[in-house]
């Protein structure tokens, strides 16, 4: 391999601002593309040794059809995007990144929990659309502002980002219980899950969307919590039904959601949640993640990984095997 050049495709390079910055004495050449859809996969890899994704499918066929290929990887967390089994079979190498934004994921949650139990949207709101201006008093009371301190957040996934979304919510004085992990005895801090929603002030999702957890919040459970309680959600869009939290926030069953995540990512204009007569309802769109910290790491992490392949392909002709982390 001394003396060749490598390829790397990045198929979703607007997804990450930040950029890859690789080394100059490198013999790499990267093409990035701001976007790659489905039908043009194929194409663009078939000539890459390496590739970079964030949420572009790479199938079975689509890795058949790229035979320099040695290494994937994948700047996210998950690896649902890539068919690993074929990976596996086809000797390609492939990488993830599983904690580049955890701490910033953490804190969206308690910043959209303190914007929730404070009203922040609506109080700002009221400020510049007169309301302050015409109020008989030096303030313009509006809806119930309520303490986070001594609150009981509940926490359904008890991985990297629910621990530290645990961790900040503790040391604003709140109490963190979390749903018992399937498989294994319920701790002393953990509830059932359906036990759990009926007990917390606050419910934040941060578990992996299986068979098992799409929909995991309904219509029933968010019955079940209480009408003072907020729903957090910045796991996968498809664990909440939308119809039915939609619903729930116009009927007043629960005080309000904030939701960085849909199923449907951009979603259509007829989404469900982005009707404009859900006042308690704070969405954002999927950028809990995306701090500048986050994007640093997740950018070096993945120069790093790219650079080790190399290196160790130029001096030794080896190629990587799969790890998928």
Known sequence: MNGARFKLVFLDAATLPQGLRFGAALPIDVEAHAATSDDRVAQRIADADVIVTNKVPLSADALR?????????????????????????????????PDYGSDAVAEHVIAT??????????????????????????CWHGPMIRDVGGSVLGV???????????????GLGLTVLFARTP?????????????????????????????????????????AMKPTAVLINTGRGALVD????????????????????????????SHPL??????????TPHVAWASEGAQRRLAARLVEIVEAHLRRVIATGETAQTTAH
Do not use: M
């Open 242 to 269: 939308p119809h039915a939290l939609a619903q729930a926030l116009r009927d007043g069953r629960i005080a309000g959601a904030a939701i960085d995540v849909l199923e449907v990512e951009p979603p259509p204009p």
């Open 183 to 223: 498989g294994q005895p319920c701790a002393e801090d953990e509830r059932e899950l359906d036990a759990l929603v009926r007990e917390v002030d606050a419910l934040t999702l941060h578990v992996p969307l299986t068979p098992q957890t799409r929909g995991l919040i309904g219509a029933e459970r968010l019955s």
């Open 65 to 97: 059809g790229a035979p320099k290929l040695q290494l994937i990887c994948i700047a996210a967390a998950g690896t649902d995007n890539v068919d690993l089994q074929a990976a596996a079979q086809q000797g390609i190498g492939v990488h993830n990144v």
């Open 156 to 170: 359904v996934g008890r991985g990297r980002i629910g621990e530290a979304a645990a961790r900040l919510a503790r």
């Open 113 to 138: 929990l303190l914007a929730l139990r404070r009203g922040l949207a609506t109080y700002a709101q009221a400020a510049v659309d007169g309301r302050w201006s015409s109020a008989a008093q030096f």
């Open 274 to 283: 982005l009707a404009r007569d859900i006042a308690n309802l704070l969405l």
